[in-house]
């Protein structure tokens, strides 16, 4: 099992949390869980309303939209993340394609850590901003 401050370094990697301080860290690394997976398990389905997302900490994950594959994600990506920080259903459908090890982050948890913590809010919307922009 993790520490916090190991879960705060793995987190600070993931791109979604790369733009949140170290500080506020401690706060989501305290409500992720680590979970396994096994080839061919099913993370969540496309139109599945979200209830949580995954930082992929090793393995890999396929996402399929309408049954044909559009990309893998692998260490330090995250499954999940826009479709429940939209409250919106899942669009693709993520598999794992060999054994995963991820941290898992309920939805209703984060969105109270989001608000309990604006630095939290505003470095995920950093990093999303920086997402869409490219760089």
Same mark, same amino acid.
């Given at each position: 099992? %993790?520490?916090?401050?190991?879960? $705060?370094? %793995? %987190?600070?990697?993931?791109?979604?949390?790369?733009? $949140?301080?170290?500080?506020?860290?401690?706060?989501?690394?305290?409500?992720?869980?680590?979970?396994?997976?096994? @080839? #061919?398990?099913? %993370?969540?389905?496309?139109?599945?309303?979200?209830?949580?997302?995954?930082? +992929?900490?090793?393995?890999?994950?396929?996402?399929?939209?309408?049954? !044909?594959?559009?990309?893998? +994600?692998?260490?330090?990506? @995250?499954?999940?993340?826009?479709?429940?920080?939209?409250?919106?259903?899942?669009?693709?459908? @993520?598999? $794992?394609?060999?054994?995963?090890?991820?941290? #898992?982050?309920?939805?209703?948890?984060?969105?109270? @850590?989001?608000?309990?913590?604006?630095?939290?809010? !505003?470095?995920?919307?950093?990093?999303?901003?920086? #997402?869409?922009?490219?760089?």
């Amino acid at each position: 099992m %993790l520490t916090i401050m190991e879960k $705060v370094d %793995l %987190l600070q990697c993931a791109a979604i949390f790369g733009e $949140v301080r170290t500080s506020s860290l401690a706060r989501v690394a305290t409500i992720a869980q680590e979970v396994s997976f096994g @080839a #061919r398990q099913i %993370l969540y389905r496309e139109n599945e309303a979200p209830g949580a997302l995954f930082v +992929l900490l090793e393995g890999e994950v396929m996402l399929a939209r309408t049954g !044909r594959e559009e990309r893998t +994600l692998g260490r330090l990506e @995250a499954a999940g993340g826009l479709a429940l920080l939209a409250d919106e259903p899942q669009t693709e459908t @993520a598999v $794992v394609r060999n054994p995963v090890r991820a941290f #898992r982050i309920a939805q209703q948890d984060l969105f109270d @850590a989001m608000s309990e913590d604006f630095n939290i809010t !505003r470095g995920i919307l950093r990093a999303l901003a920086h #997402r869409a922009a490219g760089r």
